[in-house]
């Protein structure tokens, strides 16, 4: 069942006096999946507080460096695609018909997923239609997740929005002034972008594959940014791409921000030449300036071939080094003649070799 409690007959614009751009118009739904109630929330008569978080939560999805392209499927009669044309020409009715489609997507999720005991998180869905120039339009519809939290003066455990770290998902499609959408981007502040939210919701399909996002991410960090630190920075080099192919084999999904801080942003060079800053900046820019998405479900075939390397040690002698292994167990060292040697702990390989 679905009930949808409205506070108002008609939501009202909000303007965000800080921003460059203007909303329209601004609608909010708080979607209980478990109760099947949904609740209009009127955004204008509420705390100034309210219009607050809806301006900061704006902010942080158009700023969110972690995003992926898609598109609708079919010649644009879905339902959401619709509702969109609608907004456009200044008809909002059909937010409340994306509420109930969002509420009925998320309870045949929790369906689907009850028997790994889990649940699709509780939230608040907020629409909205900002004017960004006279040509240009843009459409924001994001799902805002619920967390509890202890009231510190009744200490009574309430449910609602986070107010720092927000925990969001989003949709953002790009009009320009024939009412066309030029692109629509979907984000997740979760590692992984929900099948529900994109698939289901929305009714998408991806611009870029999976595997054409894994294969040319790694080209571009192979081939554009470490190869040119290859011959003189050889050590940087090793561990930098040890530890990127390390973050590919362990992780499900890439998260472009996640794996930028993880390797790149907090490196100390072996060697002080390093030009570690412009190596930073080259992997931040990396998904815009080489046209691959900034999250993806990682293909785990695309990066075993990129695993193995050999190494030349000395004459009839190599090191079959597979990327991603634990390079603590391996160590350069200098004796007192001078002579370099790495040593590598490994109790395998010295009772092969022990004299």
């Not at 409205?6 to 909000?14: C, G, L, Y």
Request: proline share 2%; net charge negative.
């Amino acid at each position: 069942m679905t009930v949808i409690n409205s506070e108002v007959k008609q939501d009202k614009t909000i303007i965000f006096e800080n921003s460059e751009m203007g909303a329209q118009y601004t609608s909010l739904h708080h979607i209980d999946n478990d109760s099947g109630v949904i609740s209009k929330i009127d955004v204008d008569s509420k705390s100034e507080h309210l219009s607050e978080y809806i301006e900061h939560l704006m902010e942080d999805i158009q700023d969110k460096p972690t995003k992926r392209i898609f598109k609708f499927r079919g010649d644009g009669t879905t339902e959401v695609n619709a509702s969109i044309d609608n907004f456009i020409l200044g008809d909002y009715s059909a937010v409340d018909t994306n509420a109930k489609r969002l509420l009925a997507v998320e309870q045949k999720t929790n369906v689907k997923i009850k028997n790994l005991k889990a649940n699709v998180q509780k939230g608040s869905l907020f629409q909205t239609v900002i004017n960004v120039d006279e040509n240009h339009k843009m459409v924001i519809i994001a799902k805002a997740e619920h967390n509890d939290f202890l009231d510190a003066k009744d200490f009574i455990l309430h449910m609602g929005l986070p107010w720092k770290k927000k925990v969001f998902k989003s949709f953002l499609a790009a009009i320009d002034n024939t009412g066309k959408i030029i692109k629509v981007i979907v984000a997740d502040t979760n590692t992984k972008i929900s099948e529900y939210w994109w698939c289901d919701f929305f009714e998408l399909e991806e611009v870029r594959t999976d595997r054409y996002n894994t294969k040319n991410y790694l080209e571009a960090l192979d081939k554009k940014i470490l190869d040119p630190i290859k011959k003189k920075f050889q050590s940087d080099h090793t561990i930098l791409r040890s530890s990127a192919l390390g973050h590919f084999r362990s992780q499900d999904d890439l998260d472009h921000m996640e794996f930028y801080n993880a390797i790149f942003e907090n490196y100390p060079p072996v060697d002080d030449k390093l030009p570690i800053d412009e190596i930073r900046k080259s992997v931040f820019n990396l998904p815009e300036k080489y046209g691959v998405d900034s999250q993806f479900k990682i293909e785990k075939d695309e990066v075993k071939g990129r695993i193995s390397s050999k190494i030349p040690l000395y004459e009839g002698v190599e090191l079959v080094y597979n990327g991603g292994a634990d390079l603590d167990n391996i160590k350069a060292d200098i004796n007192k003649e001078g002579d370099k040697y790495i040593l590598i702990k490994t109790e395998e390989g010295y009772n092969r070799f022990k004299r």
